[in-house]
């Protein structure tokens, strides 16, 4: 009677729904604002979700199951098979949550198959669903500026109830406003009288079309036009290199595939690398990570790039908050008065207390606390916000508070060699000063170094995990839910590894440390590199640079800045180049200026930055990479922004140079017209090509660049 009471409200409540009509979303929309909402639609025999650039169709009966994801845009089906729409290990016994099954064929689904369709044996069954609004996964206290942010995204929310014995699972579908994504995560909890192990768990198996078929085999496939990323990633500073859950594995039972071996990776599967093996005691839940998918239009890098970029704007917002920093190398509080008020005059917004400062956070007492709250006081009394440098990973504590290798039980073979077990006793003891800390001195920003790089430990001893199989999973959650503690808080992170999803508001943009003590020309020509290649997932503000103030991984006199007034060009180089991307870096050093000269030459180029900001910290379109030999550029859009565009062109040579650059100018949302302007001089109009191109004739000088504005 429950299950039919709770089936008839979910068809009582469908009749509401509008029906569905797959109706495509007019305009681009990379360029302007899409003209369909995201929804939840009735069908024949279900539900689905829909946003004019990707939809999601679920069928009810005989269990509910995903039969469709579309890509609106293109006209495309992506799916070519149905499966479980998630699955569960259950004391080491998969356990499928609803799902269909029964085509004959695995390589596309007919209608007239789709009617047909069986439920999965043993699979938990659909009992209901509800219809509601995307959530905040995690807390965000808005304290600086970030872009047309919004949270939680708008869009809609469909749960799908699934239940079997003393299993209930709930599955949540987010789809989003204006961008082809749309989120999963599992609530499990058990009903039952006694406790279960759930052993493992996979969010998503979709049969997807093959990217590439192929009769032979291939060292390297091309996959489908789909990019998945969960909040449960580690150990990369990069989107892919942090992946640790989507995969793509090979369906044998697809048995009309093209390839000989039947070995095509075709089947999207989403799951923790190890455990989470966690105890569900009778009355308690347990929260899967997140899954997103976001679905391309085109094969285009650049394309891909601007739309990953928009999914961390809509789901990591604080990622676009974005302050000028100085990396401070000093606790005296004669220079950190200095370095404060230099920061205070020039237009810098945050204070880190760097690495080898002198600075730990894990010294929480009273006179260490009263210190650093009095250099907090101090540097808000300028305006000014302030924060410090601790490492947790690649580190020796001991044995007993170590990471324990599985292969011997020893210290060693952790990502970084050796690190601490966020479980262990130390590791409980480290967050908890971390916390008071940062709550009594009033600091605004953590850079926390190393971060968990996603290390096993298999310690039975330390209280905060079992063994090894639930390791990895316990750290994670500890990492996770203090970085919630820090934007709940408004604290800002920058965490050199990719924990956006997590809270995290910067990374790495991705260089070499050492490379910062080579002689000072040929840092710029890297850096311009890094900020080039670093932009292709990340938008400026979400990763940082490096400029060595003083020496940084040797070099000596050739590799630094000091003195500063004896090296004003090469500072302002480092400056034009970070600041033209609109990307920040760790000024790292004792102070900002050393003469008049100097103050004015940083002023300059932070006021020029302040006046673009808008639009340098808009997304990059890629133009030309440095190479030391000719002019790069870099092309910043914005089709929201009354200045629609800026292109930064550099010169890497001695004397001026002058060549031609072609400006892509269709993410700018311009056509056959657009005005320019040279160095904020008078504008021009100009006509641009039937591709909304623009070519210019510009003469840069020695060692600088210029900026063409574009309205």
């Not at 699955?87 to 004959?104: A, T």
């Not at 929480?364 to 410090?388: C, M, T, W």
């Not at 063994?467 to 800002?492: K, M, N, P, V």
């Not at 006021?607 to 190479?627: P, Y």
């Amino acid at each position: 009677m429950l299950i039919a009471a709770s089936l008839l409200l979910a068809a009582m409540t469908t009749s509401d729904l509008p029906p569905y009509q797959p109706k495509p979303s007019q305009g681009d929309w990379l360029v302007a604002t899409t003209s369909e909402k995201a929804d939840v639609y009735r069908t024949q025999d279900g539900l689905a979700i829909s946003n004019g650039l990707v939809s999601r169709i679920f069928k009810f009966a005989p269990n509910a199951g995903t039969v469709a994801l579309n890509d609106l845009m293109t006209g495309t089906a992506l799916l070519r098979a149905t499966g479980p729409e998630a699955v569960l290990n259950i004391d080491g016994k998969d356990v499928p949550i609803g799902g269909l099954q029964g085509q004959p064929n695995r390589a596309f689904l007919l209608d007239e198959w789709v009617k047909e369709l069986k439920p999965i044996a043993g699979a938990l069954t659909f009992k209901g669903y509800e219809i509601g609004v995307p959530v905040a996964r995690l807390p965000w206290v808005h304290n600086r500026p970030a872009p047309n942010a919004a949270w939680p995204p708008k869009g809609k929310a469909l749960t799908l109830k699934y239940a079997n014995g003393a299993i209930e699972a709930d599955i949540r579908y987010e789809i989003y406003d204006g961008i082809p994504l749309i989120g999963k995560h599992i609530k499990i909890r058990n009903v039952g009288s006694k406790p279960f192990h759930l052993t493992g768990f996979e969010t998503e198996r979709l049969s997807l079309v093959e990217g590439e078929s192929s009769v032979d085999p291939s060292a390297e496939w091309r996959k489908p036009p789909v990019t998945v990323v969960t909040d449960y990633s580690f150990a990369g500073m990069a989107m892919g290199a942090s992946n640790r859950c989507a995969r793509w594995e090979t369906e044998p039972e697809y048995g009309t595939q093209v390839n000989y071996d039947l070995k095509t990776p075709c089947r999207l599967v989403v799951k923790p690398p190890l455990g989470p093996d966690a105890v569900v005691a009778p009355g308690q839940t347990f929260d899967t990570f997140w899954t997103f998918t976001l679905v391309h239009d085109s094969t285009e890098r650049e394309r891909q790039g601007l739309g990953v970029r928009r999914m961390y704007r809509t789901l990591a917002p604080w990622a676009t908050e974005n302050p000028l920093m100085l990396h401070l190398t000093s606790v005296d509080p004669e220079v950190v008065h200095r370095a404060m008020d230099q920061a205070a005059d020039v237009g810098f917004e945050m204070v880190i207390f760097s690495f080898g400062s002198g600075l730990d956070m894990e010294d929480v007492s009273p006179p260490n606390i009263q210190k650093f709250k009095d250099f907090a006081e101090y540097a808000h009394r300028k305006g000014l916000q302030v924060g410090g440098y601790s490492l947790l990973a690649s580190r020796h504590i001991d044995d007993a508070n170590d990471v324990l290798n599985p292969k011997d039980g020893k210290p060693g073979g952790a990502v970084f060699g050796f690190s601490p077990c966020l479980g262990s006793e130390w590791g409980i003891r480290y967050f908890k000063h971390l916390r008071t800390f940062l709550t009594e001195t009033g600091f605004d920003l953590l850079e926390h170094d190393g971060s968990y790089p996603g290390d096993v430990c298999a310690s039975t001893k330390h209280p905060g995990h079992r063994g090894l199989e639930d390791s990895q999973w316990t750290q994670y959650r500890t990492i996770a839910d203090f970085y919630h503690w820090c934007r709940d808080r408004g604290l800002f992170l920058n965490v050199p590894d990719h924990y956006f999803l997590a809270g995290s508001n910067k990374t790495g943009m991705g260089y070499r440390e050492t490379n910062w003590s080579l002689p000072r020309l040929q840092q710029h020509i890297h850096a311009r590199q890094n900020l080039f290649d670093g932009t292709w997932e990340k938008t400026p503000s979400m990763g940082w640079m490096m400029t060595p103030l003083v020496e940084y991984q040797g070099g000596g006199a050739a590799a630094t800045i000091e003195p500063l007034k004896e090296h004003l060009q090469d500072y302002s180089l480092h400056l034009m180049n970070n600041l033209g991307y609109g990307a920040q870096a760790c000024y790292r050093g004792p102070r900002l200026y050393d003469s008049p000269e100097t103050r004015a030459m940083v002023k300059r180029w932070v006021d020029w930055f302040k006046k673009h900001r808008a639009i340098l910290e808009s997304d990059v379109i890629h133009v030309r990479r440095a190479d030391g030999r000719q002019l790069d550029a870099v092309l910043h859009v914005n089709p929201s922004l009354e200045t629609k565009g800026m292109a930064v062109i550099y010169n890497p040579l001695d004397g001026p140079l002058k060549g031609d650059v072609v400006l892509p100018l269709y993410y700018t949302g311009l056509k056959d017209r657009a005005k320019i302007s040279l160095d904020d001089g008078p504008e021009r109009p100009r006509r641009l090509d039937r591709k909304s191109k623009l070519t210019l004739t510009v003469e840069v000088p020695a060692k600088s660049c210029v900026w063409v504005t574009i309205r």
